[in-house]
Nanobody, 126 residues
């Protein structure tokens, strides 16, 4: 089992920044590929960003590319998501996810992930 806990959500004005963090525990963190997804009210959960087990590969949704940055610290078992130039359409509950890696790349499909956090609310006001 892997336990994931998100933190760092909140309310910010459009154009501002927030930094989410995902803290993992329970298994060897460096064996897991990680990702962030989000779900806005009335919409399906969607992919935001992913990072490989080593941190050498990252992937981003087109809607956040150039504004969001995913990283990982395998010594601290954390996966930060730095969000800059936030827009009202970024408002959602953000979820951290973990998948036991079987290759050195990233996974962008929600169905690939085995473990999920409880979510952190991000609200961007216009």
């Amino acid at each position: 089992q892997v336990q994931l806990v998100e933190s760092g959500g909140g309310l910010v004005q459009a154009g501002g920044s927030l930094r989410l963090s995902c803290a993992a525990s329970g298994r060897t963190f460096s064996n897991y590929a990680m990702a962030w997804f989000r779900q806005a009210p009335g919409k399906e959960r969607e992919f935001v960003a992913a990072i490989s087990w080593s941190g050498s590969s990252t992937s981003y949704a087109d809607s956040v590319k150039g504004r969001f940055t995913i990283s990982r610290d395998n010594a601290k078992n954390t996966v930060p998501l730095q969000m800059n130039s936030l827009k009202p359409e970024d408002t959602a509950v953000y979820y951290c996810a973990a998948k036991l890696a079987t290759h050195g790349g990233t996974y962008t499909s929600m169905k690939a992930y085995d473990y999920w956090g409880q979510g952190a609310q991000v609200t961007v006001s216009s």
